[in-house]
């Protein structure tokens, strides 16, 4: 099996917490480019992930002329669109981590370079290949729960602010808590119901806890002065066939409803959610049921039970992708509908008004 030769572009704490360690388990891939703004980090990650003879660059444009497979885009999400379209454009198929982009008119330009160059765009919402969402797609695929036409997408921590890198910059983000964990319920929530046809939009946005000092953050206090983005975000969506859908985000917020990248269904034939492991329920013989699937396998000898991460997961599918033609899981044109509804969440909330699609 031959393995596909990668450069990555930025090296910052979602290559080396997610990408870099899967795709070195995984032992599919050369990493034999590595770019980053700040050289050291570039050395960094080719030192412990990197073939021999590796190279560092500190321009993407010089790394994509390289004789590669495939890029990896893991910078923040102001460059996502002009790294990967440039990728995409010089030949090399690209894994970019979510969110796909900033705003909807990038994204729409990602997924166009995809179809006209032929290259495979890849967007990292590795939440799809838990084994939960694995298990309720394939329930929702059999119609096992009905018409979908009540969900809730969660995002939600107590305290829980990223104090590293860029999260809370505006410029380099576009957002908050919204576009960083909002993305991926969202994203979950849309492809259970398998329904993409959004009608309307409405959003509100807060910053209200980011100015205290009386933290408890987990991550250690936060500057107020460059907490520049909202600390909680709320939506409406509702859908072309009538279907509405609850969207919550937050970094900081005073409930102990904490949930993250999670998803609640209603369906007529039956309900699903995730907030205590994947939860079914249905009526059966005239009562209420509540069904919770066995998906570790463990309590067998000799067995842990342990599931493969959904990262490690995700390098490996993506090198099928890449090198087997195997189906694509995330559709660009899906995570396009994704970055669509957060923009019309922010949108809302600047105007106060119901932002309508076409």
């Known amino acids: 099996m031959r393995k596909l030769k990668a ?26 480019a590595f770019c980053d703004i700040v050289r050291e980090r570039a050395e960094k990650a080719k030192e412990e992930y990197g073939t021999e003879d590796a190279k560092v660059f500190e321009d993407y444009k010089v790394l994509i002329k390289e004789d590669l497979d495939v890029v990896y885009v893991t910078t923040p999400n102001r460059s996502h669109a002009e790294i990967s379209i440039a990728a995409m454009e010089a030949g090399k198929d690209v894994m970019c981590e979510k969110p796909m982009a ?21 967007i ?17 695929k059999a119609d096992e729960l009905g018409e979908i036409y009540f969900a809730k997408a969660h995002a939600l921590r107590r305290r829980a602010v990223p104090t590293w890198g860029v999260f ?41 806890l980011a100015d205290q000092t009386n933290q408890g953050n987990a991550f250690g206090n936060w500057d107020p002065e460059e907490f520049c983005v909202e600390d909680s975000a709320f939506g409406f969506i509702r859908m072309k066939n009538g279907a509405v859908i609850e969207l919550e985000a937050a970094w900081a917020l005073n409930t102990l409803e904490v949930d993250e990248a999670k998803t609640s269904l209603c369906g007529t034939k039956a309900g699903a959610d995730m907030k205590d492991g994947l939860r079914i329920n249905y009526i059966h013989h005239n009562k209420q049921v509540v069904e919770k699937p066995a998906l570790s396998g463990e309590g067998v000898a000799f067995f842990s039970g342990e599931e493969k991460p959904a990262g490690d ?3 490996e599918l993506f090198y099928h992708i890449v090198a087997d033609g195997a189906e694509q899981i995330v559709k660009p044109a899906q995570a396009a509908v994704v970055t669509r509804v957060l923009e019309a969440i922010y949108e809302s909330a600047k105007s106060g008004k119901t932002i309508y699609f076409d």
């Open 168 to 208: 809370l910059n505006e410029e380099e983000q576009g957002g908050g808590p919204l576009i960083d964990i909002g993305t991926h319920a969202l994203d979950l929530t849309l492809w259970m119901m398998d329904n993409y046809e959004v009608e309307s939009v409405t959003g509100q946005t807060f910053r209200k």
């Open 102 to 122: 900033k705003n909807y008119a990038e994204a729409q330009k990602m997924v166009e370079t995809a179809e006209k160059t032929g290259r495979v765009l890849n």
């Open 313 to 315: 997961y995700e390098q």
């Open 124 to 140: 990292g919402y590795q939440n799809r290949y838990r084994s939960d969402s694995l298990y309720l797609k394939e329930m929702c």
């Open 7 to 32: 450069g990555i572009v930025g090296c910052g704490g979602i290559a080396n917490g997610k990408h870099l360690p899967a795709m070195k388990k995984s032992g599919l891939y050369e990493i034999v």
